[in-house]
T-cell receptor, first 113, second 112 residues
Framework: KAGVTQTPRYLIKTRGQQVTLSCSPI?????VSWYQQTPGQGLQFLFE???????NKGNFPGRFSGRQFSNSRSEMNVSTLELGDSALYLC????????????FGPGTRLTVL | AQSVTQLGSHVSVSEGALVLLRCNYS??????LFWYVQYPNQGLQLLLK??????LVKGINGFEAEFKKSETSFHLTKPSAHMSDAAEYFC??????????FGAGTTVTVRA
């Protein structure tokens, strides 16, 4: 079956702009999590959605937001981009919870200039 | 809060040698522990997970890990390294049902 897909794979934006990233989970998976990966901070949890409800949120400013649709697809949005938002954004899906195996997508590489 | 510490940001091994990656966790409750691998320009792939069923966990690609509660450790090993094992490895702990907390990662290089 198809894996987790993320679009776009690469993005270049300038400071102050906003960006929307998309994630399509594996069919049948209802939990979608987002992580930010940077060389300095490593992998950090952004938020997790299950059946269109945010169940957990990491320690990120309000400029970072997300949502999940009824088909389990998820989007995350970053407004008023800062240079420090440059990162690889990873989406992961699982059946129910983080205790289940999380399947990761290839990520979206965001560069903020 | 639960956390994970990976000892050693870089490990270099010869092909055919033992691979040992160290992970220590802190947790106030029985944890769920995971090892993931990331190849360049790819997402993370699960190697194995500990869910309290057995202390020695076998994973994919010949990797295994042993949960030691007394040492709060979950070290990853592979008896014989292969060139294809060159990647970055992450230890993670499940803090609750809804998130994973990752260690800083260990980059493995394999010398021919």
């Amino acid at each position: 079956k198809a894996g987790v897909t993320q679009t776009p794979r690469y993005l270049i934006k300038t400071r102050g702009q906003q960006v929307t990233l998309s994630c399509s989970p594996i069919s049948g998976h209802r939990s979608v999590s987002w992580y930010q990966q940077t060389p300095g901070q490593g992998l950090q949890f952004l938020f997790e959605y299950f059946s269109e409800t945010q169940r957990n949120k990491g320690n990120f400013p309000g400029r970072f937001s997300g949502r999940q649709f009824s088909n389990s697809r998820s989007e995350m949005n970053v407004s008023t981009l800062e240079l420090g938002d440059s990162a690889l954004y990873l989406c992961a899906s699982s059946r129910e919870t983080a205790y289940n195996e999380q399947f990761f997508g290839p990520g979206t590489r965001l560069t903020v200039l | 809060a639960q956390s994970v510490t990976q000892l050693g940001s870089h490990v270099s091994v010869s092909e055919g040698a033992l691979v040992l990656l160290r992970c220590n966790y802190s947790s106030s409750v029985p944890p769920y522990l995971f090892w993931y691998v990331q190849y360049p320009n790819q997402g993370l792939q699960l190697l194995l997970k500990y869910t309290s069923a057995a202390t020695l966990v076998k994973g994919i690609n010949g990797f295994e890990a042993e949960f030691k509660k007394s040492e709060t450790s979950f070290h990853l090993t592979k008896p014989s390294a292969h060139m294809s094992d060159a990647a970055e490895y992450f230890c993670a702990v499940s803090e609750n049902d809804y998130k994973l907390s990752f260690g800083a990662g260990t980059t493995v290089t394999v010398r021919a």
